[in-house]
Protein backbone atom coordinates (compact mmCIF):
# COMPACT_ATOMS: atom_id res chain seq x y z
CA UNK A 1 0.00 0.00 0.00
CA UNK A 2 2.80 2.37 -0.45
CA UNK A 3 1.99 4.81 -3.13
CA UNK A 4 4.72 8.24 -4.08
CA UNK A 5 1.06 9.46 -5.43
CA UNK A 6 0.64 13.04 -3.84
CA UNK A 7 2.50 14.14 -0.72
CA UNK A 8 3.32 17.00 1.22
CA UNK A 9 3.38 19.03 -1.81
CA UNK A 10 0.61 17.27 -3.60
CA UNK A 11 -3.03 17.22 -4.44
CA UNK A 12 -4.96 17.95 -1.36
CA UNK A 13 -5.93 15.33 0.61
CA UNK A 14 -9.81 13.40 2.09
CA UNK A 15 -9.14 14.92 5.04
CA UNK A 16 -12.27 16.63 6.76
CA UNK A 17 -11.81 20.18 6.07
CA UNK A 18 -12.71 20.79 9.82
CA UNK A 19 -9.78 18.76 11.08
CA UNK A 20 -7.45 19.87 8.18
CA UNK A 21 -8.33 23.84 9.26
CA UNK A 22 -6.98 23.26 12.81
CA UNK A 23 -3.92 21.92 11.88
CA UNK A 24 -0.39 23.78 12.08
CA UNK A 25 1.84 22.04 9.82
CA UNK A 26 5.56 22.69 9.32
CA UNK A 27 7.05 24.35 6.11
CA UNK A 28 7.29 21.19 4.12
CA UNK A 29 3.47 20.09 5.57
CA UNK A 30 4.26 17.32 7.84
CA UNK A 31 3.36 17.30 11.15
CA UNK A 32 5.54 15.05 13.81
CA UNK A 33 3.28 11.84 14.65
CA UNK A 34 4.39 10.18 18.23
CA UNK A 35 3.13 6.32 18.17
CA UNK A 36 1.85 5.26 21.61
CA UNK A 37 1.33 1.90 22.90
CA UNK A 38 -2.26 2.22 23.56
CA UNK A 39 -2.25 -0.24 27.00
CA UNK A 40 1.09 0.46 28.38
CA UNK A 41 1.63 4.12 27.56
CA UNK A 42 5.02 3.21 26.01
CA UNK A 43 6.57 5.72 23.34
CA UNK A 44 7.67 3.25 20.16
CA UNK A 45 8.25 5.58 17.59
CA UNK A 46 8.00 9.04 16.00
CA UNK A 47 6.54 9.31 12.57
CA UNK A 48 5.85 12.42 10.15
CA UNK A 49 2.45 12.64 8.57
CA UNK A 50 0.63 14.94 5.79
CA UNK A 51 -2.89 15.35 5.15
CA UNK A 52 -3.80 12.22 3.66
CA UNK A 53 -1.32 9.75 5.74
CA UNK A 54 -3.47 11.33 8.65
CA UNK A 55 -6.50 10.67 6.55
CA UNK A 56 -5.33 7.36 5.59
CA UNK A 57 -4.86 6.67 9.47
CA UNK A 58 -8.10 7.23 10.71
CA UNK A 59 -10.04 5.92 8.20
CA UNK A 60 -8.23 2.77 7.28
CA UNK A 61 -7.42 1.82 10.96
CA UNK A 62 -3.78 1.08 10.55
CA UNK A 63 -0.48 3.85 10.76
CA UNK A 64 0.29 5.24 7.59
CA UNK A 65 3.13 7.65 7.23
CA UNK A 66 5.28 9.86 5.11
CA UNK A 67 9.04 8.66 4.50
CA UNK A 68 10.72 11.80 3.95
CA UNK A 69 13.87 10.41 2.68
CA UNK A 70 11.56 8.23 -0.12
CA UNK A 71 8.82 10.60 -0.55
CA UNK A 72 6.32 8.09 -0.38
CA UNK A 73 3.48 7.00 2.34
CA UNK A 74 3.95 3.79 4.12
CA UNK A 75 1.97 2.07 6.35
CA UNK A 76 3.15 0.14 9.22
CA UNK A 77 3.89 -3.16 8.73
CA UNK A 78 3.29 -3.62 5.06
CA UNK A 79 6.71 -5.01 4.75
CA UNK A 80 7.83 -6.07 8.48
CA UNK A 81 4.29 -7.75 9.35
CA UNK A 82 5.31 -5.17 12.71
CA UNK A 83 1.90 -3.54 12.61
CA UNK A 84 -0.17 -0.70 14.15
CA UNK A 85 -3.82 -1.04 14.58
CA UNK A 86 -5.17 2.51 15.38
CA UNK A 87 -6.52 2.94 19.07
CA UNK A 88 -7.34 6.46 19.29
CA UNK A 89 -5.76 9.07 17.27
CA UNK A 90 -5.80 12.51 19.52
CA UNK A 91 -3.88 16.55 18.33
CA UNK A 92 -2.14 18.22 20.83
CA UNK A 93 -3.30 21.28 22.28
CA UNK A 94 -1.50 23.73 19.64
CA UNK A 95 -2.21 21.06 16.86
CA UNK A 96 1.00 20.67 15.77
CA UNK A 97 1.69 17.33 17.12
CA UNK A 98 -0.38 14.11 16.36
CA UNK A 99 -0.70 11.09 19.24
CA UNK A 100 -1.81 8.17 17.70
CA UNK A 101 -2.20 4.98 20.69
CA UNK A 102 -1.93 1.88 18.55
CA UNK A 103 -1.80 -1.65 18.99
CA UNK A 104 2.01 -2.59 18.30
CA UNK A 105 2.64 -6.38 16.95
CA UNK A 106 6.37 -6.69 16.95
CA UNK A 107 9.15 -4.05 16.86
CA UNK A 108 7.93 -0.24 16.31
CA UNK A 109 11.73 0.78 14.84
CA UNK A 110 13.36 -0.48 11.71
CA UNK A 111 15.76 -1.76 14.04
CA UNK A 112 14.48 -4.55 15.09
CA UNK A 113 13.94 -2.77 18.80
CA UNK A 114 10.57 -2.64 20.79
CA UNK A 115 10.97 0.89 20.40
CA UNK A 116 13.21 3.60 18.68
CA UNK A 117 14.07 4.57 22.30
CA UNK A 118 15.58 1.26 23.51
CA UNK A 119 19.18 1.79 22.19
CA UNK A 120 20.50 4.78 23.38
CA UNK A 121 19.68 6.16 26.95
CA UNK A 122 21.25 9.26 27.46
CA UNK A 123 23.57 9.99 30.79
CA UNK A 124 21.89 12.66 33.41
CA UNK A 125 23.65 14.84 35.62
CA UNK A 126 25.02 13.96 38.48
Known sequence: MTSTTGGPSGPASALDPRIAARLKRSADGLLPAIAQQYDTG???MLG?????????????GRCTYWSRSRREYWVKGDTSGHTQQVKSVALDCDADTVLVKVDQAGAACH????TCFDADVLPLGE
Open 48 to 60: WMDDEALHRTLTT
Open 111 to 114: TGDR
Open 42 to 44: EVL
